[in-house]
C-alpha cells in the first residue's frame, strides 16, 4: 500500500505529542504529506483554549522529526463528521487517531469521536493508544 496522504486528527491533550510522533513517523517512512487537524467544536464558557499556537508546535515538532511534509488545519464543526470530511476533501489513506483524551469529559468525546471515525472512516485507521 502507498501512502500519500496521512490525517492526524489532534485534541491537544497530552498524548497528542506522542500521537505526532507516531503520525510523523508513519510520513517519514512512506513520504507521505502528513496532515494535522484540529477540530474546534463549541467550547463551555470560561474556557479558552489557543489551537493555532498548539497546532504550530506539533507541526514543529513533526518537522523536525522529518516528516517530509506537513500542513495544518483548523476547522469548526463537530468531531467526527469534520474528520470525516477532511478525510474525504484530503483523500487521506491513513487516519491516525487518538484513543482518549486529557479530561474526563474530552476522554468521553474523543473516545466516542474515535470509535465513530474508525466504523466510517473512508479509509483505513490506526487508533493510537495514550
Known amino acids: ?15 497528542s505529542a506522542a500521537l505526532v510522533g507516531y503520525a510523523a513517523a508513519l510520513a517519514v517512512g512512506t513520504g507521505a504529506e502528513l496532515r494535522l487537524l484540529y477540530v474546534q467544536e463549541p467550547m463551555p464558557a470560561g ?45 487521506a489513506d491513513l487516519i491516525v487517531i487518538g484513543a482518549h483524551g486529557q479530561t474526563c469529559l474530552s476522554r468521553f468525546l474523543m473516545g466516542n469521536t474515535a470509535e465513530l471515525v474508525v466504523r466510517t472512516a473512508p479509509c483505513p485507521t490506526l487508533l493510537v493508544r495514550e
Not at 515538532?61 to 484530503?90: D, F, K, Q, Y
Request: glycine share 4%.
Open 1 to 15: 500500500m502507498t501512502l500519500t496522504t496521512i490525517l492526524c486528527p489532534l485534541d491537544f491533550s497530552a498524548a
Open 47 to 91: 474556557q479558552a483554549l489557543e489551537p493555532e499556537a498548539a497546532l504550530t508546535a506539533h507541526r514543529a515538532a513533526a518537522e523536525a522529526a522529518g516528516a517530509p511534509r506537513v500542513r495544518t488545519a483548523l476547522v469548526h464543526g463537530e468531531a467526527a463528521p469534520s474528520i470525516l470530511a477532511e478525510a474525504e476533501r484530503h483523500r
